[in-house]
C-alpha cells in the first residue's frame, strides 16, 4: 500500500527498504497497531513478500495505529514492555543488528530502549513530531499550531477519543470476518451495518427532513423553505457571455451545517522561531506531559535521530533532547527522480513557464488532502478573496485526497478553479507540465515535504507557508545573488490574505517565474541513489564497519520499524556502483 497507508512517511520508509534490498540487504518490515484478531495473544506473523522485503504483521498489539486511535491509551503508549519483549525477541530470531524506525506509532515508547539493551543501534527518522505530540502534527484540535501545551493538559479533549477495549473489538471482529468468510462477505457485512446504522437512527428520529416544504416536528408543522434554485434557470445558456470573463457562476448547491468551513489558525512569519525559543516545552503536570517526557527520552536512548528537515532537531530540541543525538538527512525517491529526469527532457526546460504578456492564465496547483493541516482551507479563502481581474488571469488546479465536496460547492462559482480528485506517483510524473506555479499553505510545522520536493524536482516555483522544515528548501527572490529569480515565496502560514498578495505579485509581473533549469539549480535535491548510499553510509558508521568488505548473505542485518515497519539487511548501492 505504501503511501496509500501512513501518507508520505510510509512511501519514504518503503522504497529506503526496497532500495536496501536491490542493493543486497536482507530487509525485514514490522508493522503494528493495524492487524487484530478475536483469539487472544500477542504474535508476529508473515503477511507477504514486497520487492525483497520480508513483511510482517504484530497482531494484537496493546497500541493503536494511527496514533489517533490511541489518544486515551497514554499508559501503555509509554510502555508496554510485553510488547517489547516480544520484538526484542524477533529480531533476535532474524539475528537483526540493526534497527530503523520510522515511526513507532502502534509500538510503546520504551521500545527503543528495550533494543538498544539488547545490543542493537537504532536509527529513528521521525517524519513528524508523534515523539512529542500524541496528535502528531503539534496542532491544537487539528486547527492552530500548539504554541503551549500546558505541561499536557491542553492535550486533554485535543482529538476525539476512543476506548481501546472498543477499538481492539471493533477491528478484531472485521478483521477476523475477513480472514474467515473472505473480503467479498465481510465487505458485504460491513456494508450492510454501515447503512444499517444511520438508518435506525433516521427511523427513531421525529419528523423527515426534506428539502423543501413542510415537516412534522414536535410542535407540528415547520416549513422549510427551498433551497438550490438556480437564479439564471429560466435564461437557459444565453445570460453567459462567451469567454468575457464576465463573473461567477450562480451557486447551486447550498453548504449543510456540517460542511461549513474550518476555523484555522493564524501564524506570524516568525513562528518558527517563537516555537524553538518557547521555554514551555518542558513543563510536566499529567499523563501527556509524562508521555511527552517518555518520548523525548525514547530519543535520547538512539543512536541518531535523523529527520527530514532541521527544524524537527530543534523542536525535539526545545522538548529536551540531545542535539549530538541529532542528523538532518534530506530524502530522495524514485518518483522524485523520474519526475526530475522528465522536467530536464521537456522542450522548455529552460524557458521562463509564464509571464504576465501571456495569452492563457497563470496556472496554480494545490496537491495534497483535504485534511485540516494542509491548509486547502486557506487557498479557498484566498481564491475567494482574491481581485476579480486577478482570480480571472488564474486557473486553479486541485488534487485534493478526502472528502473534497464541500470544498467543490464553495468553489462551484469560479470557472478558474477545477477539482481533479485524488492522485499518486503516475499522477505526479504526468501532471507537473499541467501547471507553472505550486501551492502549499498548510498550517502545521511541516517536516517532511514530500509534495515541495515533487515540485522543485518538477522544476515549479512555488507559494510556501513560512512554517516547519519546508523553509530550508525555498529561496526568495534576491537572496541568492547567482540565482536572483529564486525558486519561491513564503507567506505567513494561515494567513489567506498574504497568500493572496504573494498570488497578486506574480499575476502583476512584480515577481518573475524562473524557468525549470533555474528551479533546479538554486534547489538543494538529493537523488534516490545518494538517499539511499548516506542511509547504508550512517549503518556502517554505528556498525563499526568502514564498508570495505561485503559479507554476503549471512553477514549484516537492519531492521526497519514503523506502524508499518521494519528492516534488516547489508550494504546499499542504488545504482551507483558494484555491489562489493
Known amino acids: 500500500m505504501q503511501g496509500r497507508e501512513g501518507s508520505g512517511y510510509n512511501l519514504n520508509c518503503s522504497e529506503l527498504a526496497a532500495g536496501l534490498a536491490l542493493s543486497g540487504h536482507r530487509v525485514w518490515y514490522l508493522r503494528s497497531g493495524m492487524e487484530y484478531s478475536l483469539f487472544p495473544g500477542m504474535r508476529i506473523r508473515p503477511s507477504e513478500r514486497w520487492r525483497g522485503v520480508a513483511c ?5 498489539s496493546p497500541n493503536f495505529s494511527p496514533a489517533s486511535t490511541n489518544f486515551a491509551n497514554m499508559k501503555v503508549e509509554i510502555a508496554a514492555p510485553g510488547q517489547s519483549r516480544l520484538v526484542v525477541r524477533w529480531l533476535d530470531a532474524i539475528g537483526a543488528e540493526l534497527v530503523h524506525i520510522h515511526s513507532l506509532e502502534g509500538y510503546g515508547l520504551d521500545l527503543i530502549g528495550a533494543i538498544r539493551r539488547s545490543g542493537r543501534p537504532v536509527i529513528v527518522t521521525p517524519h513528524n513530531y508523534w515523539y512529542g505530540c500524541p496528535q502528531v502534527d503539534l496542532l491544537r484540535h487539528e486547527q492552530a499550531v500548539c504554541m503551549d501545551y500546558d505541561g499536557g493538559r491542553a492535550c486533554v479533549g485535543c482529538l476525539p477519543t476512543i476506548r481501546p477495549a472498543k477499538a481492539r473489538l471493533a477491528r478484531g471482529l472485521d478483521q477476523t470476518a475477513h480472514r474467515v468468510f473472505g473480503p467479498i462477505a465481510a465487505g458485504t457485512i460491513r456494508l450492510v451495518y454501515g447503512h444499517a446504522k444511520p438508518a435506525i437512527k433516521r427511523l427513531l428520529r421525529r419528523g423527515r427532513p426534506t428539502t423543501g416544504g413542510t415537516i412534522i416536528g414536535p410542535d407540528g408543522v415547520v416549513e422549510i423553505p427551498a433551497v438550490g434554485v438556480d437564479a439564471e434557470l429560466s435564461a437557459g445558456f444565453e445570460a453567459a457571455g462567451e469567454g468575457d470573463g464576465r463573473g461567477e457562476v450562480t451557486m447551486v448547491f447550498p453548504v449543510e451545517p456540517d460542511e461549513k468551513p474550518a476555523t484555522l489558525g493564524c501564524s506570524p512569519i516568525d513562528q518558527n522561531e517563537r516555537f524553538l525559543a518557547s521555554d514551555v516545552h518542558l513543563t510536566v503536570l499529567n499523563e501527556y506531559g509524562r ?3 517518555a518520548g523525548i527520552a525514547a530519543l535520547n536512548e538512539a543512536s541518531l535521530v535523523t529527520p527530514p528537515s532541521r527544524f524537527v532537531i530543534g523542536a525535539m530540541t ?13 530524502l530522495g525517491q524514485p518518483h522524485f527522480d523520474q519526475i526530475n529526469r522528465t522536467a530536464r527532457r521537456w522542450r522548455h526546460y529552460r524557458s521562463t513557464p509564464w509571464t504576465p504578456q501571456s495569452d492563457r492564465p497563470l496556472r496554480l496547483a494545490f496537491w495534497g488532502t483535504t485534511r485540516n493541516n494542509k491548509g486547502l482551507e486557506i487557498l479557498a479563502r484566498a481564491i475567494e478573496s482574491l481581485e476579480a481581474d486577478t482570480r ?6 486541485i488534487h485534493a485526497a478526502g472528502w473534497d465536496w464541500p470544498f467543490r460547492k464553495r468553489l462551484l462559482r469560479y470557472p478558474e478553479v477545477s477539482f481533479w480528485g485524488g492522485y499518486d506517483p503516475l499522477h505526479l510524473i504526468g501532471g507537473m507540465r499541467e ?6 499553505p498548510f498550517v502545521w510545522f511541516e517536516n517532511s515535504p ?10 515549479k516555483f512555488v507559494i510556501c507557508s513560512r512554517l516547519g522544515g519546508p523553509p530550508e528548501w525555498i529561496v526568495e527572490p534576491g537572496q541568492d545573488e547567482t540565482h536572483p529569480l529564486g525558486n519561491g515565496l513564503l507567506f505567513p502560514g494561515g494567513e489567506a490574505p498574504d497568500l493572496v498578495e504573494r498570488i497578486t505579485r506574480i499575476v502583476s509581473g512584480r515577481v518573475r517565474l524562473p524557468s ?5 539549480a538554486v534547489s538543494r535535491l538529493v537523488s534516490y541513489p545518494s538517499h539511499v548510499r548516506e542511509v547504508d553510509s550512517m549503518y556502517h558508521e554505528l556498525l563499526g564497519d568502514d564498508g570495505s568488505g561485503f559479507r554476503g548473505r549471512a553477514g549484516r542485518a537492519t531492521d526497519h520499524l514503523s506502524e508499518n515497519g521494519a528492516v534488516r539487511q547489508e550494504p546499499a548501492h542504488v545504482n551507483q556502483e558494484p555491489p562489493r
Open 450 to 459: 514530500l509534495v515541495l520536493l515533487e515540485f522543485l524536482h518538477g522544476g
Open 516 to 520: 525549470a533549469a533555474e528551479v533546479h
Open 318 to 330: 526545545a522538548m529536551g533532547m540531545n542535539p549530538a543525538r541529532g542528523r538532518h538527512v534530506r
Open 392 to 397: 480571472r488571469r488564474c486557473h486553479f488546479l
Open 435 to 440: 501547471f507553472d506555479v505550486g501551492v502549499l
Open 56 to 60: 510482517h504483521d504484530f497482531i494484537n
Open 291 to 293: 508521555r511527552r517526557s
